[in-house]
């Protein structure tokens, strides 16, 4: 059964940190790149970060420098450590394989209060 449970969100001030956790189950997501996501209130998913199964980060404009992915297949986890969080960043984050994508799991809240 594939299964994807975020989890670590919160609210949090301007400038602080954050760290949201992904487990998943599934073989095809220890298999392959994994990405979280975001969306607000009123706009489109968007990719935040994506992690490949060798290591390879990649990361949006906006939290470039601020982010970092990370992965433990052996925990069959992917995470987020946010920092210097901005009002901008508040959003419900995602995580899911970008190029097999399963059905979404519930999210976990992020809120950055200014």
């Known amino acids: 059964q594939v299964q994807l449970m975020e989890s670590g969100g919160g609210l949090v001030q301007a400038g602080g940190s954050l760290r949201l956790s992904c487990e998943f189950s599934?073989?095809?997501?220890?298999?392959?790149?994994m990405a979280w996501y975001r969306q607000a209130p009123g706009n489109q998913r968007e990719l935040v970060a994506s992690?490949?199964?060798?290591?390879?980060?990649n990361y949006g404009d906006s939290v470039k420098g601020r982010f970092t992915i990370s992965r433990d297949n052996a925990k069959n986890a992917v995470y987020l450590q946010m920092n210097s969080l901005k009002p901008e960043d508040t959003a419900i984050y995602y995580c899911?394989?970008?190029?097999?994508?399963?059905?979404w799991g519930q999210g976990t809240q992020v809120t950055v209060s200014s």
């Open positions: 899911n394989s970008p190029h097999y994508p399963r059905n």
């Open positions: 599934g073989v095809i997501f220890r298999l392959s790149t």
């Open positions: 992690i490949a199964t060798g290591g390879t980060t």
